[in-house]
């Protein structure tokens, strides 16, 4: 049955939903804050990470968090405050990184990674929508041998899950990439991931949806919705209302501000996140993580993008001089002459990725709303499980059988 549904946020997760959804035969209407131009969603490295099978909350990263807390240039950096909110995210983030609980979660985050990506792979292949995608693959680059044999430890615990990983030397990376004058010790390289230009699929995602028959709201803020029979009747904005069958949160660090007033407790903090584009030729082909400097960098459709940090110091979107500094020096200290330009630098962009206290993505219905699909939470996967969630949403709305178990997705998870 054709179902009237507001997605509120328009990013990766949103565009996604909207896709699945009409190709279910609803009517959709997304609603976004932005005019659809900025966000986690096009400042992101366009990684799609089977590779990244271990949480952010994994055992050793408290211990990292706190001796990086008053280093503003640190990797990840966690500003103290006094923050209810923050301070209950910080206790369920504790509880999180246990041995036992992050390889509870590792089989979970390779599977939806690996759907996404599948899913990713048909789109392309449908010639619906024209975007960049390649799949070459994806280098951690490492300077040390402590590093190596962490990197490479995941790795094992990679090849265990099924992936194909490789632990290369300096030589055997030269060859893989042979112009990019990597200056590195040696490299582990998992085949199962690819990369995308996160601007280009975007717009041509919007231009597709628009085309059939999505409509879209832009500058447009959820400011209050009214709830009968425990279900949301109406969504109000600060310009107008919208009667719904069915709605969709996938509005990223913003969505607590929202559940809130329906007595869902889902715990996010923002995430930041900086990237720096280089539009010149950098002879890197092959995407590579710059492990030390935790700098993810991607040969994008016509530029290189360096990107990274985790930052987490509530919501803003001010770019701290330092931070960026930091991405820059990663590059020129792990590609032998290459230096990030001051033009350069000052272009730089941030955006805002939801973090949940465990690693995991919330996608589903909280038992507190009969019509509030919620789809938020994916940290620094958001780009890489677009497709999936988008696809899981279309079958929770649609009363499918879901293509993955999503009880460890559930927004009412205790932690």
Request: charged residues 25%; positive net charge.
């Amino acid at each position: 049955m054709s179902k009237n549904v507001v997605i509120i946020g328009g990013g990766i997760i949103g565009l996604c939903s909207a896709y699945y959804l009409q190709k279910e035969g609803h009517q959709v209407t997304i609603i976004d804050k932005s005019n659809f131009s900025s966000g986690a969603s096009y400042v992101n490295a366009g990684y799609i990470t089977p590779s990244h099978i271990i949480p952010l909350a994994a055992p050793g990263m408290i211990t990292k968090g706190l001796k990086w807390m008053f280093n503003s240039s640190s990797p990840f950096y966690v500003k103290p405050r006094l923050d209810i909110d923050f301070l209950k995210w910080s206790l369920a983030f504790k509880k999180s990184s246990t041995a036992a609980k992050v390889e509870k979660v590792i089989p979970v985050i390779k599977d939806i990674n690996l759907f996404s990506r599948d899913l990713y792979e048909a789109l392309k292949a449908s010639n619906e929508i024209n975007f960049h995608y390649e799949r070459k693959g994806l280098l951690m680059c490492y300077k040390s041998d402590k590093v190596g044999e962490e990197e490479w430890k995941i790795g094992q615990r990679g090849i265990k899950e099924g992936l194909c990983v490789k632990h290369l030397t300096k030589k055997e990376v030269d060859v893989l990439d042979p112009k990019a004058n990597l200056n590195i010790k040696g490299a582990v390289y998992f085949d199962s991931d690819a990369h995308m230009t996160p601007d280009n699929f975007m717009s041509e995602m919007s231009t597709y949806l628009k085309d059939n028959g999505v409509i879209f709201f832009s500058n447009e803020e959820v400011v209050d919705v009214e709830i009968s029979n425990n279900s949301i009747a109406k969504v109000k904005t600060n310009k107008q209302d919208f009667i719904v069958d069915e709605v969709v949160l996938s509005a990223g660090s913003w969505s607590p501000l929202l559940t809130k007033k329906l007595d869902i407790k889902i715990p996010i903090q923002a995430g930041k996140g900086y990237r720096i584009d280089v539009e010149r030729e950098t002879n890197i082909t092959i995407p590579a993580i710059l492990c030390e400097a935790k700098v993810a960098v991607t040969p994008m459709n016509g530029f290189t993008r360096f990107a990274g940090t985790m930052e987490i110091a509530g919501i803003n979107h001010r770019i701290n001089p330092v931070r960026v500094n930091a991405i820059a020096n990663a590059a020129s200290q792990y590609y032998d002459n290459l230096e990030i330009k001051g033009k350069e630098k000052k272009s730089a962009a941030c955006g805002l990725r939801p973090c949940s206290p465990d690693g995991l993505p919330y996608i589903g219905k909280s038992l507190k709303c009969n019509n509030l699909t919620i789809a938020t939470g994916h940290a620094m996967m958001g780009w890489s499980l677009g497709p999936a969630t988008g696809k899981l949403v279309s079958e929770i709305i649609s009363a499918k059988k879901s293509s993955l178990d999503l009880e460890a997705f559930h927004p009412d998870r205790k932690f």
